[in-house]
């Protein structure tokens, strides 16, 4: 049989156009778009802008891009909290500046940045979204696996560092916590200095590790973030950090990583 032009192309044409037209909508339809990336906001309990916008940065760091971390100061505390007194006054500052942050519906989740965690529990009891205390976090992975652990700071206040081991025992890691070793000297002016500071954390550490048994060290504080990571290379055991702990549990909470 021979077909004519007309035929031949409604023959081969129309099944190819039936094909073609099936097709279009998908090629031409348009890719969803991204999920914009949620907030974290994470609240240093003190004044310290500079340790603030440091801590924020490490924070997003850990995040690997799948969140915004932005840092909040508490301008009505000090810029350094050494005394539990000092961590009690901070904690309603830690607070309102939570409320705020969770107003907003990018915020996703809450990292309060202070090793003593002030005002941990009574922010979470005000928001409906997750919130992280560093401290309480670091306690977690540092005892990860039953290892013993031990913290490294530069706060000497004597009930503060017993704070750290009632922290220990709440937890559950009493039985691991080998105790703090502090840096001699005053905070503000090793802070002022990251040469004086690497070597008296690095003292510290070894005391930790060699009499203590340590075999993770906590740095105690969030501004001592930047010194563990310049020391790591310089010890055996790892030295967790609060502030990349706090880091990792927000982001897994907001269902990122």
């Not at 994470?42 to 915004?68: C, F, V, Y």
């Not at 915020?107 to 965690?117: M, Q």
């Not at 740095?219 to 609060?242: H, K």
């Amino acid at each position: 049989m021979t077909l004519s032009l007309p035929s031949l192309l409604q023959a081969v044409a129309v099944p190819g156009l039936a094909l073609m037209m099936a097709v279009a909508p998908m090629a031409n339809a348009e890719k969803p778009a991204s999920a914009p990336l949620s907030t974290i906001v994470l609240i240093n309990p003190n004044s310290s802008d500079t340790a603030t916008q440091a801590m924020a940065a490490l924070a997003e760091r850990e995040t690997q891009g799948k969140a915004r971390v932005v840092g909040v100061s508490n301008t009505s505390a000090p810029r350094l909290l050494t005394t539990p007194e000092d961590m009690v006054a901070a904690s309603q500052g830690v607070v309102e500046l939570g409320r705020q942050a969770a107003e907003d519906p990018s915020t996703g989740a809450i990292i309060v940045s202070a090793f003593s965690d002030p005002g941990l529990d009574q922010l979470r009891e005000a928001v409906d979204i997750p919130v992280f205390g560093i401290g309480e976090e670091v306690f977690h992975e540092a005892a990860r696996d039953g290892r013993p652990f031990g913290i490294a700071t530069i706060t000497p206040d004597p009930a503060l560092i017993e704070s750290f081991a009632a922290k220990a025992e709440a937890l559950g890691y009493q039985d691991q916590y080998r105790g703090t070793r502090v840096t001699p000297g005053d905070p503000v002016a090793l802070l002022d200095s990251p040469q004086a500071l690497d070597t008296a954390l690095a003292d510290a550490i070894e005391a930790s590790v060699g009499e203590d048994g340590a075999e993770a060290v906590i740095m105690g504080g969030g501004p001592l973030s930047d010194a563990a990571i310049r020391l790591q290379d310089s010890t055996e055991v790892p030295l967790v950090i609060a502030v990349s702990a706090a880091a990792r549990a927000a982001g897994a909470a907001l269902g990122r990583d």
